[in-house]
């Protein structure tokens, strides 16, 4: 198989940029002293999380209990589900328990604590749980001076839970863009989380992991003392929001979406290729950053960006590329013909390739072969 | 099967909605004499389109080549691709062509026709074809009165295709909130598209299909002289784009995404469920119009408006629900608590649908099932 017969759209790494991605992230947090746990709802990959085992990482983040289920099918087996649970989810959580898998379960309210206590109670189960922390606001999570943290510890480990730790997500890091506002953003992180920590302590309550993390906010941290694990998911193939945020260039963005040229409206310095909005998302990440990209930066077959172009406006299946400012490219018709194919790289890698079934891994040598990704819950 | 025994987030469908969408569309086109050919993009689901073509619909119409493919493997024969197709696309419509699926493809340069033509030639079959036409600016097609219509008219013809038509769509239609402004376009969308057929003709080559539509326009024209099939989509479930467009009520929308609550922000009046945008897809396609819903419109488990309340934000598997004007909701972990259901109205329901692989349908009277849909390409 080769690039050109792709069916398009399709969803392109780069396997070289993306072991640099994999080694940048695992080299900083090992120097640093804590372990990694990848996300993989970036991926939702097998292949591409046992690249990032290889690297070194140890265990992985889900979001959602069907990449639990897909992930420990294929042999991992220590596994956060790092979202909040609901009463109603715990059967099948317990399921996963019962073949053996590692699974951690989080929590931030004293009412969802009391249901993981009584469902363990009634199966003979001792859940291993994690209570989030709220260090910036954005979501969800109590606040580590908040008296329902110590509660919430109490009902899980008075119930018989495993109180496992405490659990921060910095996701306001997404909106910054400078390394010393990343930096403050990362120690603080740190510093609330640890707190938190210290505070179940303080009630004589276990809590052997603090984990913490975002891609910013891990690739800006100075030191993580106190920590015991990083959690980040963007990092494995980044893109042009993470771009904007200041801790990666366009070209290290190894997610691109294959496309081709299907029509050109010349007056205009337009060209339809056939990666709309169902391709590339309806994702507008850098709408509010210092470069808005549109839908999309436009590199050509090979990944070089060209300069200036991007997917200014999409439909369903269609994208209209062209110049960033407004200015009507002349020569398009010649320089993009009819058939042409071209590469795009996305504002937010995880909700463009969620629109795929599939990745297709672009070797630096070689051809191109497909690693299956899913979707859904 | 209940309501409370469906694994949250899933996308539901009002089935008596969805029935009321259908027929009025329906009984519209057909008082006004054209043939209508649904969009199935919107719904990906063969139990969807079954159920407009029981009500009168004639053909269907689709924006990829694997629609075509499945809704051909389930007994729909007449297939208009209604995305201008390159050269690379045409093994795989031939395929579909040599298996007697009757289909059209569409083209708006003398490039692709050419290719059209080149490929017929030499598989020694003619392929049915429309030129598309720009009526509104939007995207893509030739105007009216540019000489390359007659020219591409002239190749297809010439070539041994059979030239079927003339299609346009108005899409800026989706632009645009007031009754008198949606049915000039209407009519511009009419009358521009009955001019290159004219045109044609005028040229002594074939055009006997006249298509047009939108769901706005198709809704809002007042009469469809020369006219004979008119193409529309999100009608089915509409939307909360389609109601501050001005042509249908929220309580119109069939497609909602089910939800539970999995935590509280007191302090913030937020309720955390767990529809993120991986459920509700990123498309803020009302953030312009004259109600921002933010991620969608929040309702009870049986679908009834919760007022004031939207998703006011989103991340890949966390929705925040609180209120529109910003007020902070009190009492809300009593109204809202742990575990509780909600439903949520899409923006745009193309772009929720295809984040899920079934949808359930939610009859009038008796349980809940399942009706598959596909998604990719």
């Not at 099918?73 to 959580?93: E, H, M, N, Q, T």
């Amino acid at each position: 198989m080769q690039l050109t017969e792709i069916a398009t759209p399709a969803a392109l790494i780069d396997e070289a940029r993306m072991a640099a991605n994999i080694a940048r992230l695992q080299e900083r947090m090992t120097a640093l002293g804590v372990r990694l746990r990848p996300h993989v709802k970036t991926s939702k990959c097998i292949e591409v999380a046992r690249r990032q085992q290889a690297a070194g990482a140890v265990g992985i983040t889900v979001s959602t209990l069907k990449e639990a289920e897909q992930f420990f099918a294929a042999g991992f087996d220590d596994i956060l589900y790092a979202v909040c649970i609901s009463p109603d989810k715990l059967d099948r959580a317990l399921m996963l328990c019962r073949r053996n898998c590692r699974l951690t379960l989080l929590t931030d309210s004293v009412a969802a604590a009391q249901a993981i206590v009584a469902k363990g109670l009634a199966e003979k189960h001792a859940f291993d749980v994690m209570i989030e922390i709220d260090s910036d606001g954005h979501r969800s999570g109590v606040e580590p001076e908040d008296d329902r943290l110590v509660e919430i510890g109490r009902v899980l480990h008075a119930g018989g839970a495993r109180l496992k730790g405490v659990l921060t997500h910095a996701g306001s890091s997404y909106d910054l863009d400078t390394p010393e506002a990343l930096r403050q953003l990362a120690e603080q992180e740190r510093r609330l989380c640890v707190r938190a920590g210290e505070r179940l302590r303080a009630a004589g309550l276990p809590c052997p992991d603090i984990s913490i993390g975002s891609t910013p906010t891990a690739l800006s941290a100075v030191h993580l003392e106190g920590v015991t694990e990083v959690r980040a998911g963007v990092y494995v193939f980044f893109d042009l929001v993470m771009s904007n945020v200041g801790i990666c260039r366009p070209e290290d963005v190894a997610l691109s979406v294959l496309t081709t040229v299907i029509g050109h409206q010349p007056d205009k310095g337009w060209v339809i290729v056939d990666a709309g909005w169902m391709a590339m998302s309806r994702d507008r990440g850098t709408q509010r950053q210092q470069i808005d990209y549109g839908y999309g930066a436009v590199c050509d077959a090979q990944g070089r960006m060209i300069d200036g172009f991007v997917v200014s406006g999409a439909n369903q299946e269609h994208g209209i590329v062209s110049h960033r400012d407004g200015t009507v490219a002349q020569g398009i018709v010649e320089r993009f013909p009819i058939g042409a194919k071209l590469r795009i790289l996305p504002n937010h890698a995880c909700a463009t390739g969620t629109q795929f079934d599939s990745y297709h891994l672009m070797p630096a040598k070689g051809t191109p072969h497909i690693w299956p990704r899913f979707q859904g819950w």
